[in-house]
């Protein structure tokens, strides 16, 4: 069964992807997304010295301040901001910079759906239980149950020599990240991180060819 989408999409087609890099002037770092109309705008500070309240100073500390496009931080944006910095924890070397706090600001610039964890990998399922990856806003209305995964970058962006394995599995068929919302059956959430796991290595692509023409020679 196929499902009609409004921008003429296939249910497993992004839609168009676009990042650039030191996009701002005063931060460490910085970067803007998008997926077709949804777009944000990342900066990093630090790491500077010393770590937030009942953070470990034996490690470094990850701060994440999610604002929405208009209004105040409210609880679903709370709940960006743990996810985020669990995410971040669990891929940073946090005995490297100990006592030091970097912080991360993510600015919703414009939300046309999949904004809550850009660039993760967001999978809904519809009523007829047909997932589509990359729902609009427009979509996520229609949807029943959603998964926002993030998995393992593939080992080519550095190791062009080959895939690393992980107990003879390849590195990207991990996973780092995984959130659910609403009732989803356990094959359908297999489905959604099979989905995921092809999108994941054409994203990986994408950003490869637009950031190696940044990185000094």
């Known amino acids: 069964m196929e499902v009609d989408r409004i921008d003429g999409r296939t249910p497993n087609q992004l839609r168009p992807l676009a990042c650039s890099r030191n996009v701002l002037n005063r931060a ?43 209004g105040q931080i409210g609880k679903m944006e709370k709940e960006y901001e743990m996810i985020l910095k669990r995410t971040l924890q669990s891929i940073t070397l946090l005995n490297v910079n100990p006592n030091t706090t970097t912080s991360l600001i993510i ?33 996520e209305q229609k949807m029943k149950a959603f998964a926002y995964l993030v998995f393992p970058n593939s080992a080519l962006s550095v190791r062009p020599e080959g895939s690393a394995e992980v107990k003879d599995e390849p590195l990207e068929h991990g996973i780092i990240t ?13 489905h959604c991180l099979e989905r995921g796991r092809a999108t994941s290595e054409k994203m990986s692509a994408f950003l490869r060819r637009s950031l190696q023409p940044q990185i000094p020679s």
């Open 107 to 139: 600015q919703v610039v414009h939300d046309d759906g999949a904004v809550s964890f850009t660039v993760a990998i967001c999978c809904g399922l519809v009523e007829s239980g047909y997932v589509v990856l990359d729902p609009t806003k427009l979509e």
């Open 28 to 70: 460490h770092g910085s970067a803007s997304w998008s997926q077709g109309d949804t777009k944000v705008l990342a900066a990093v500070y630090g790491p500077k010295a010393g770590t937030k309240k009942n953070e470990s100073p034996e490690k470094a500390c990850i701060e994440v301040i999610w604002k929405p496009k208009t």
């Open 178 to 190: 995984s959130v659910t919302q609403g009732a989803m059956a356990v094959d359908d959430y297999f």
